[in-house]
Structures are given as structure tokens and as C-alpha cells.
């Protein structure tokens, strides 16, 4: 129940306290929008993120050539070559080349350049790659989306050599054959005995 209270110049009042509306603080409307923000992007999720980049080719390799495989762990778009960089040991002249692919997997092919070394390929965010579905986000909402722990190619261009050809034991004069030892610069296969000839000096009939 109001009650009503008479002053000296004949005027009525309430006893009622008056209400006033207390006004919020600007850095607390805007501390509010923030928790707001960011209750919204926790409800959408972190964003995309690539999940592997892997080879796609044989390796070690001499090719001109070679193709990754870059794995998200949903469907997204704005994926193209600008968004990766070759890192590279010992080969130059590496490149990125155009990109294809689809939704959550992606080819990319890099040449090798020249020269012998390793190289792998990295991704870098620079947030153009976003989710297909819901509220477009970019690689990990905000953060940083980069993956640089792909797997390595072994480029090898250059061709093996025979380091040495030595002679194996202490064969007499009158010995029916003798043997030798050879020696590459690497690993080889396919070699057999059209790949040698002998240089005979007065011995007629010598043969591998």
C-alpha cells in the first residue's frame, strides 16, 4: 500500500524510495560482449585443422616431380597453393604447384628442383581455408592452423659411381679365375655381368 505524505507547500509525495536505473559500465558492456563472443564460438567449435600431409609417391626419388596428400578432418574450401611452402635440404628451386582436390583431402605436387637433399611441404594459415558447413570458420577458429611435421622425401638425382675395383685375395699365376671386388658410391641394383668387360695384356680367351 502507498502512503502519501503532505509538505509545506501542500504538495503530496510518495514515501516510496525512488528507483533509479543503474547504468552499466562501459568497459563492463563490453566485458559482456566478449563473454558473449566467445560462448558463441566455443558452441561452434575450434574450426577445421589438418589432421596429416603425407607422400604420395615412391621414396627416395629422382623425379622431376612429387605429389603430398593433405588430410582436414572435415570438408573445407579456399585450399590452394598459396597456402603451403616447400621446405627444403639440400634441393633448389623447389616449387608449389596448382592444388586439386575436394571437400576434406587434397593433392598437392611440388617439383624437386636440383640437387640431392629432403624436402617436405607446410602448411601455413593465413585463415583463407575455412569450413564447407556451419559458420565458415578457418583453421582452428583463432588460432594458429599451421602444420609443419609432414613427411619427408629423400631426393636423390644424382647417379651412382663405381668408387673401386680392387682385387680379392692373392691369386697364383696359374689360377683358372680370379675375383674382384666393386664398390659404388650408393645402393644400385641390376648388375650383373654385361655391365664389365675385361682388358687382357698377352692372355687370350679372359671372359666375366
Do not use: C, H
Not at 154 to 177: C, E, F, Q, R, Y
Request: net charge negative.
Amino acid at each position: 500500500m502507498r502512503s502519501w505524505l503532505i509538505n509545506e507547500s501542500g504538495r503530496q509525495r510518495s514515501d516510496r524510495k525512488s528507483r533509479k536505473r543503474k547504468r552499466v559500465p562501459r568497459y563492463r558492456r563490453q566485458q559482456l560482449r566478449m563473454e558473449m563472443l566467445e560462448d558463441r564460438r566455443v558452441l561452434a567449435g575450434p574450426g577445421p585443422e589438418v589432421l596429416s600431409i603425407v607422400r604420395a609417391d615412391a621414396n627416395p626419388t629422382n623425379a622431376n616431380s612429387v605429389a603430398f596428400t593433405v588430410t582436414f578432418d572435415e570438408a573445407v574450401t579456399g585450399v590452394d597453393a598459396s597456402d603451403f611452402i616447400v621446405d627444403a635440404n639440400g634441393p633448389t628451386l623447389a616449387s608449389v604447384e596448382p592444388v586439386s582436390g575436394s571437400g576434406a583431402v587434397y593433392t598437392v605436387n611440388v617439383t624437386t628442383g636440383s640437387g640431392d637433399g629432403s624436402l617436405s611441404l607446410d602448411l601455413i594459415d593465413d585463415d583463407s581455408i575455412v569450413r564447407v558447413s556451419g559458420n565458415g570458420k578457418s583453421l582452428k577458429g583463432n588460432q594458429d592452423g599451421s602444420f609443419t611435421t609432414g613427411e619427408i622425401y629423400t631426393i636423390d638425382k644424382s647417379a651412382p659411381v663405381a668408387n673401386s675395383i680392387s682385387l680379392i685375395g692373392t691369386p697364383t699365376a696359374s689360377a683358372a679365375t680370379i675375383e674382384y671386388n666393386v664398390t659404388f658410391s650408393e645402393s644400385v641394383n641390376g648388375v650383373d655381368q654385361n655391365d664389365f668387360s675385361v682388358i687382357a695384356n698377352g692372355v687370350t680367351g679372359a671372359g666375366v
